[in-house]
Nanobody
Framework: QVQLVESGGGLVQAGNSLKLSCAATGRPFSLYAVAWFRQTPGKEHDFVAAIRGTDDIAYYADSVKGRFTISRDSAKMTVYLQMNSLKPEDTATYYC????????????WGQGTQVTVSS
C-alpha cells in the first residue's frame, strides 16, 4: 500500500510556472511507476506524464512536451511535475497516481491539486 499527497497547485498567469509535488508514504517508492493525470469537470482523467520506477525514463502527452518535466527524488519519496509556459488549457485538477511495477493499471491515487491558469 502507498499513500499519495499532491501539493503545489494554485492560480497563475499564462506563461508562468508551477511545480507540483507528489509525496508518497508506505512501500519504497522504487517499487512503483508514477504518473500525473489531469481532469476538468465532467471529463475523464487525461494522461500528462509518467516516470518509470526503475530507470526514471519519462513519457509525456503531446500537449505538454517541451513545457512540463517529470522527475523523481527517491530519497524524499517524492515525484515532481515542473510546469513551464502554462496555458489556460492547462487548467485542471492534477492527480498523481502510482502503480506497482508488475501491474498494468494505476491503482493508487492522490486527492488532487487545482491548477488554474488565467489568460
Amino acid at each position: 500500500q502507498v499513500q499519495l499527497v499532491e501539493s503545489g497547485g494554485g492560480l497563475v498567469q499564462a506563461g508562468n510556472s508551477l511545480k507540483l509535488s507528489c509525496a508518497a508514504t508506505g512501500r519504497p517508492f522504487s517499487l512503483y511507476a508514477v504518473a500525473w493525470f489531469r481532469q476538468t469537470p465532467g471529463k475523464e482523467h487525461d494522461f500528462v506524464a509518467a516516470i518509470r520506477g526503475t530507470d526514471d525514463i519519462a513519457y509525456y502527452a503531446d500537449s505538454v512536451k517541451g513545457r512540463f518535466t517529470i522527475s523523481r527524488d527517491s530519497a524524499k519519496m517524492t515525484v515532481y511535475l515542473q510546469m513551464n509556459s502554462l496555458k489556460p488549457e492547462d487548467t485542471a485538477t492534477y492527480y498523481c497516481a502510482a502503480r506497482e511495477l508488475e501491474r498494468n493499471q494505476y491503482t493508487y491515487w492522490g486527492q488532487g491539486t487545482q491548477v488554474t491558469v488565467s489568460s
